[in-house]
């Protein structure tokens, strides 16, 4: 009897180590891949260039402006001559009329940014300006207490150096700023991102909310105003010509891109194999009028060019006064403008205990979710101040609702880090989970480090980062076509990686690896 229980013992222990034997070979790049991962973790440098060369899929939470390093943004504006207010380092454009002798106006507080920065001397301000245009060094001061502040001041600053007064020079910049990007996606191994930008504003912007007079809004906007009546009002207006004429300069401005690049030519530059969309943002801290407009042109537009402007999103800080005011109307009106085809990814729940009240932290998930229709949750840091999370996450699962994480950010600009960030609270619930760079350029980063930071904070296997590079490509705004052709592009792209990295270990070290991952997991 006795002999037949170690029998019985013994042919369980080697069931179970071939089983083990079975899974760690049954794709041996990738299983050595992931076990020479794990001997990384105590060798941070090591395990950053492993995940610069590792595929990352896409970026779907980038903020073209925010996406630019400073430097850039400096080159430009000396290449065109623009301005700099060296009291609060803000870039300004050219005054009209300026004479060649004072460029910048008789001012003289504003300076040709050339000649602030020029010479031996222009090291200094040219560091004090990196700073102003970026969280780089940044120290609280009463006028900037919080890396909050200090994130959300950078836009204004280099605003000037995004556009000018007219579409054509703002185009250039576009193109210029995506041609840059993705130049930089392509050196980062990404294959794909969707930049948030602003496709309508100035005097069309404010000519078109003057339709919903309170005569159309029955008195001032509020979430009982119909919407339907107010896009009623803005189409009589002239909402489709603007959005079709929108669409056409849009289709001009990828042939800029395209152009800048060399694409489909012989000098083609890296960054072409890299696709992108964009997504049409509305600023959330405007007049409602001016609110309600943005969404509806955005909405008409993905629905005219979904080729070139994939979905929509609203920005600006979420704790904002008017942000959190119109809050519950905004849902309401993405739900109505949106519908079902239009795809929607929101900044919801980039809130946190003591930056807004906590009436303020426990429903702007949920209502992004199940009322504005959310198909993407941008950060999603306020997770656990929701009413009935764990309801809310299964919802979520249900939905197939993706949350763009970007770790630096909500370090950045909310303090959340470590064990306070709820990114792991997703992936235990089994919500899809992407990483992000949000505004790698004001951050000073790239989407290698968010990567190597899920993996450093957080314990992330190999396995897990490959899911969250999938899942980017899964839920990017695409048709169901393209997302699997991505996809395919991702799998080629990793096998060819863990073949590059099973192919340069000794084998020696291979078989070391094959019995570690044969272990149980822990030991």
Known sequence: MRRRIWIAVFLLVAAAFVARLVLATRDMPAALTAAQFETLRTDLPRMRAFLHRMPKGGDLHTHLSGAVYAERYIAWAIRDGLCLRPADWVILPRPEGASAEQPCGADPAIVPIATALAGGRGQGPYDLLVNALSTRWFVPTLPVPSGHDQFFGTFGKFNAATGGADWDSTARAIAEMVADQLKQYDADTVQYAEFMVTLFEGEDR?????????????????????????????????????????????????????????????????????????????????????????????????RTAPRIVAGLNYVGPEDYRISLRDYRMHMGWIGFLAGRDVPVALHAGELWLGLVPPPDLDFHIREAV???????????????????????????????????????????????????????????????????????????????????????????DYATLKTLARAALAHAFLSLDERQWQLGRLDSAFAAFERKVADGLPLKTKAALVARAMLPKGW
Do not use: W
């Open 370 to 460: 199940e009322v504005a229709g959310a198909r993407r949750i941008g950060h999603g840091t306020a997770i656990g101040f929701e009413r009935d999370m764990d309801g809310l996450l299964a919802e979520m699962r249900r939905r197939d609702v993706a949350v763009e994480i970007a770790l630096t950010s909500s370090d950045v600009i909310l303090g959340v880090r470590g064990k306070e960030h709820p990114i792991t609270t997703y992936l235990s619930a089994g919500v899809p989970v992407t990483l992000a760079t949000d505004d790698a350029g004001v951050s000073r980063i790239d989407l290698s480090n968010e990567y190597f930071r899920a993996a450093r904070d957080y314990g992330l």
């Open 206 to 302: 404010r000519r078109l909310a003057q339709a919903l007079t309170p005569e159309v809004t029955g008195g001032a906007i509020t979430a009982e105003t119909p919407p339907a009546a107010m896009l009623a009002a803005l189409e009589r207006a002239g909402l489709p010509d603007l959005v079709a004429a929108k669409a056409a300069q849009l289709k001009d401005l990828t042939a800029r891109i395209d152009a800048l690049l060399g694409c489909g030519t012989a000098r083609t530059e890296p960054g072409c194999a890299v696709t992108y969309r964009f997504i049409a943002q509305v600023s959330r801290n405007a007049p409602p009028a001016e609110v309600f407009t943005q969404t509806a042109h955005a909405a008409a537009l993905v």
